[in-house]
């Protein structure tokens, strides 16, 4: 597994360029090339997930938490990236347009 937990004051942030990872039980299917940037939001119901493509971030997605419960908001993405949220199986799928 080739990711890092950081630890920023009171948040916590998971830095990843593996192609699978798993955030507070969404699995998340990332191309080659991308990296994800997960954690730091000062609210602790939400987990702000970060993708880049080199040093540009690509998309921005928020995990929302309820009591037994989580689902995912698309906040910004980008016109070349190929995103597939799937609610029913909590995964998420990254990949550059062809």
Sequence with gaps: MNHNGILLGKRYFLYSTAPIIEVEGWTFTIAPGF???????????????????????????VLHHRRSDSDVTVQAVSSDLLLEIAPATRTVSVAEKQ
């Design 35 to 61: 990296k994800v940037i997960a954690g730091g939001s000062a609210n602790p119901l939400q987990t702000l997930i970060s993708i880049y493509c080199e040093n540009e971030k690509v998309a921005q997605l």
